[in-house]
């Protein structure tokens, strides 16, 4: 099961770092990606990191601000969200995948197992 936490309320131009946690899982064989939801949207891919953590991804409008990052050996994925902006605010959630395609790597369908999300409020 995965663990999302670290959401909040924050301003805008404020940081916050959310992590996913996975106690008891086998963490190194999944790549982990960060969707986001909005109501009345679909959920939509934020940034995502191979299993090795070599290799990371963003979306267009994240992309120098926000950075992923995991440890292997305690099991958790942070997302370091600085510059905060009022389109950001949504329910963030973790995801795991054994097998992305990393050309979609971005797109929820490749993600296996899901955690609860975390609430993401920027206020202006």
């Known amino acids: 099961q995965l663990q999302a936490s670290g959401g909040g309320l924050v301003k805008v131009g404020g940081s916050l770092r959310l992590s996913c946690a996975a106690p008891?899982?086998?963490?190194?064989?999944?790549?982990i990606g960060w969707f986001r939801q909005t109501p009345g949207k679909e959920r939509e891919g934020v940034s995502c990191?191979?299993?090795?953590?070599?290799?990371?991804g963003y979306i267009e409008h994240v992309k120098g601000r926000f950075t992923i990052s995991r440890d292997n050996a305690k099991n958790t994925v942070c997302l370091q969200m600085d510059s905060l902006k009022p389109e950001d605010t949504a329910v963030y959630y973790c995801a795991a995948g054994d097998s992305i395609n990393w050309h979609v790597r971005l797109g929820p369908h490749e993600y296996n197992y899901w955690g609860q999300g975390t609430l993401v409020t920027v206020s202006s």
């Open positions: 990191i191979s299993r090795s953590g070599r290799y990371t």
């Open positions: 008891g899982f086998s963490f190194d064989d999944y790549a």
